[in-house]
Nanobody
Framework: QVQLVESGGGLVQPGGSLRLSCVAS????????MAWFRQTPGKEREFVAS????????DYAHAVKGRFTISRDNAKNTVYLQMNNLQPEDTAVYYC?????????????????WGQGTQVTASS
């Protein structure tokens, strides 16, 4: 069983930055494909970014490419999401997700494990 705990959300002004962290406990972290999703009220959860177990392959949603960076530290069982130039449309609850497969997916149903979510708000 894998448990995921996110942190780092908060309120920033448009153009600001935040770094989210997600710490995993359970089986070998380096074997997990990790991802970040986000969700706003009344809308479906959407893919933001994913990273392979060895950190080599990175994938991003078009809306965040060039502004967000996903990374991981397997020694610390942690995945990060660095978010720069945040805009009001980035406001959402951000979720960390994990799957026990060696390739990426941007589908919610493909991920077996989820964190509780952390709120990110970009507003003046």
């Amino acid at each position: 069983q894998v448990q995921l705990v996110e942190s780092g959300g908060g309120l920033v002004q448009p153009g600001g930055s935040l770094r989210l962290s997600c710490v995993a406990s359970g089986p070998s972290f380096s074997s997990l494909y990790m991802a970040w999703f986000r969700q706003t009220p009344g809308k479906e959860r959407e893919f933001v970014a994913s990273i392979a177990g060895n950190g080599v392959r990175l994938d991003y949603a078009h809306a965040v490419k060039g502004r967000f960076t996903i990374s991981r530290d397997n020694a610390k069982n942690t995945v990060y999401l660095q978010m720069n130039n945040l805009q009001p449309e980035d406001t959402a609850v951000y979720y960390c997700a994990a799957r026990m497969h060696p390739y990426t997916s941007n589908y919610v149903a493909a991920y077996e494990y989820w964190g509780q979510g952390t709120q990110v708000t970009a507003s003046s």
